[in-house]
């Protein structure tokens, strides 16, 4: 397989790994397996009667669950799949000599970046799925996707003479790096809110519990001192703090759409037709999945559509940003 063709399998099974992700955590299953890298110390999962007995009592406080330890193990072994192909990445790349020196580090920043991904996944474990924990990892999957992305675009223009480099002027730019920062601090107060089991505060849109602003406790909903130690399993912050995150959630929503529509109406008139129509498909269909959440009571489904949303976003903006540099 040729270093496109990996690039680019790899980019699709990093969206794979991420929806994996938000599936074993919305699905309440992020502690399938209370031990880590196998599950309740067997490499994969217990099944017959026997196993199941002996994983019950190597961890009595945590009794067994097939339905929960599947999608953990799946993520687990699908994200060690991604992982040995970032290696193969990196070889592929230091190999030829002649690969432009962008292509090089940012090669070497993702194997370093999945190291330490891997070692957020045992953290996500062994500290009970401390929310700050959780929410660095989750950012951190997409972080190492649109990573694959974007060496793949940079393969595929080294592959493709013939293309015109895109040319923005230091305005466009700047709003392209502004958009990735919002988005990216969208993506983390989804995050959040999902780690901390906010997600059903607010049940009505566009208003929460039939107000515009319900009591909230936002000191406490921030607090990201939380201490380490207890199962947070279900999320241990009282209502009023949730409610602060989700509405935080929500605000934040409306001032990156806000912001995306100008960059895309301001990408139009420089004459770009094709990406502007991208980025405002992506954008409608990731505020629809939001809504669709609140309406619907969070189908399982629609949230990890909405996670992959997110991730599509971000890695639209970064390739638009970072391909010719």
């Given amino acids: 397989m040729n270093l496109k063709n990996l690039t680019l399998f790899s980019g699709f099974l990093g969206f794979i790994v991420v929806a994996l992700g938000a599936w074993t955590r919305l699905a309440d299953a992020g502690l399938g397996c209370p031990d880590w890298p196998g599950c309740y110390g067997f490499m994969t999962m217990p099944i017959n009667p026997e196993d199941i007995e002996i994983a019950n009592s190597r961890f009595p406080g945590t009794p067994y669950?097939?339905?929960?330890?599947?999608?953990?193990?799946?993520?687990?072994?699908?994200?060690?799949?991604?992982?040995?192909?970032?290696?193969?990445?990196?070889?592929?790349?230091?190999?030829?000599?002649?690969?432009?020196?962008?292509?090089?580090?940012?090669?070497?920043?993702?194997?370093?970046?999945?190291?330490?991904?891997?070692?957020?996944?045992?953290?996500?474990?062994?500290?009970?799925?401390w929310p700050q924990v959780v929410t660095i990892h989750l950012l951190s999957g997409f972080l190492t996707t649109l990573i694959i992305w974007i060496i793949y675009f940079k393969v595929k223009d080294l592959d493709n003479a013939a293309r015109e480099p895109w040319v923005f002027n230091i305005r466009i730019k700047r709003l392209i790096s502004m958009g990735i920062v919002l988005v990216g601090l969208q993506i983390f107060l989804g995050a959040w809110t999902s780690t901390n089991y906010?997600?059903?505060?607010?049940?009505?849109?566009?208003?929460?519990?039939?107000?515009?602003?319900?009591?909230?406790?936002?000191s406490e909903g921030f607090n990201f001192f939380q201490n380490v130690g207890p199962n947070y399993l279900g999320g241990l912050m009282d209502y009023e703090s949730r409610v602060a995150i989700h509405l935080t959630h929500r605000l934040g929503a409306l001032a990156v759409t806000v912001f995306l529509i100008y960059l895309i109406w301001s990408l139009y008139?420089?004459?770009?037709?094709?990406?502007?129509?991208?980025?405002?498909?992506?954008?409608v269909f990731q505020i629809g999945l939001g809504i669709s959440n609140v309406i619907f009571g969070l189908p399982l489904l629609i949230a990890v559509a909405h996670n992959l949303g997110g991730l599509l976003l971000i890695t639209c903006l970064s390739v638009l940003r970072f391909r010719d540099q």
């Fill in 65 to 129: 669950e097939l339905v929960k330890a599947i999608p953990e193990v799946v993520h687990r072994y699908f994200a060690a799949s991604l992982g040995l192909l970032i290696v193969g990445i990196f070889l592929a790349v230091n190999k030829k000599k002649e690969n432009i020196k962008s292509l090089r580090v940012l090669s070497v920043f993702l194997v370093f970046w999945v190291v330490l991904q891997g070692l957020f996944g045992y953290l996500t474990v062994s500290l009970k799925l």
């Fill in 269 to 283: 008139l420089e004459g770009i037709k094709r990406v502007p129509a991208v980025l405002a498909g992506v954008l």
């Fill in 198 to 218: 906010a997600s059903l505060s607010c049940t009505d849109f566009p208003l929460c519990q039939g107000q515009i602003l319900p009591p909230a406790n936002f």
